[in-house]
């Protein structure tokens, strides 16, 4: 085997698929050829989770930007934290989710949904019960 041989066998391409492109014309039941495959996947993203997360206090809201870092969306419910905790968590979700090229969005009163760049938010949810 040549130096030649082992290069082009190296990238996938050698003599034997001249020959089976030569039989194609002939016999359509030949195998393909011994070496890497040319098929390439379009499919890049698996399955994505979906995370929801009730936090306690502020020191939470890093764990929720580690799931936005691991690109996974958060549900994050605030009803569960004093209205000064609540806010300092979605300023600092705010941040996090602006640094990632995601997004933000507000679900209901106390609920938001924070996204990451490969996950894309169509549509809007209008309040239905407006305060007096």
Not at 37 to 42: D, E, G, H, Q, T
Not at 110 to 130: K, R, S
Request: charged share 25%; hydrophobic share 35%; glycine share 6%.
């Amino acid at each position: 085997m040549t130096l030649m041989n082992r290069i082009m066998g190296f990238f996938g391409v050698s003599d034997e698929e001249d020959l089976y492109e030569d039989d194609l014309d002939t016999d359509t039941t030949t195998p393909p050829a011994k070496g890497r495959s040319n098929i390439v996947s379009l499919h890049t993203q698996k399955n994505i989770r979906l995370v929801l997360y009730e936090p306690r206090a502020y020191e939470d809201a890093q764990e929720i930007a580690d799931n936005l870092k691991s690109h996974r969306p958060v549900v994050v419910n605030l009803q569960r934290v004093r209205r000064d905790q609540g806010m300092r968590i979605v300023d600092f979700l705010s941040g996090t989710v602006y640094a990632l090229g995601g997004n933000i969005q507000k679900l209901g009163p106390h609920i938001f949904i924070c996204t990451p760049a490969n996950v894309d938010i169509q549509g809007t949810i209008t309040e239905l019960m407006q305060d007096d």
